[in-house]
């Protein structure tokens, strides 16, 4: 009977494991394309804030809303914590993305904060993902 319970026990152990792993490449997966979005988004912003070229509509974008949607769900299902932290820099980058998108004559200091919103997020995002690089 305890030999019986014991391997219940580490099915039981080990399906959680699995499950766990499988969001955490999900999550991963997710991570990566939201990853390479910012590095677009962040050329655009360099060539506004050096060129006065306008921004564009970037948050009502379908690769923008597509991209943060996945990664905020994506990092909820990895625990609260991390997806209120993900949450927290993806609404601040996109309130700083509306404020400066859209603009004929970009304001140079708009771009700056979405570029400071962006660094911050990609820092973030770049560190999570080096947490797990062993993982892999």
């Known amino acids: 009977m305890a030999a019986a319970l014991t391997a219940w026990g580490v099915v039981v152990a080990s399906r959680r494991h699995d499950q766990r792993t499988l969001l955490e490449v999900e999550a991963r997966g ?26 564009g509509n970037v948050t009502n974008d379908r690769e923008w809303i ?4 996945k990664v905020e ?30 603009q004929q004559l970009p304001h140079e200091d708009l771009l700056h904060a979405a570029s400071a919103a962006l660094q911050n997020l990609t820092d973030h995002l770049a560190n999570w993902m080096m947490k797990g690089r062993h993982l892999a």
């Open 66 to 69: 597509v991209n943060a949607l």
């Open 30 to 55: 997710a991570a990566i394309e939201l990853f390479v979005m910012l590095g677009t988004l962040d050329i655009k912003l360099t060539q506004a804030l050096d060129s006065g070229v306008p921004l």
């Open 73 to 102: 769900v994506a990092m909820f299902t990895l625990g609260r914590d991390v997806g209120r932290q993900f949450s927290r820099e993806i609404g601040e980058l996109r309130r700083a993305l509306e404020l400066a998108e859209g």
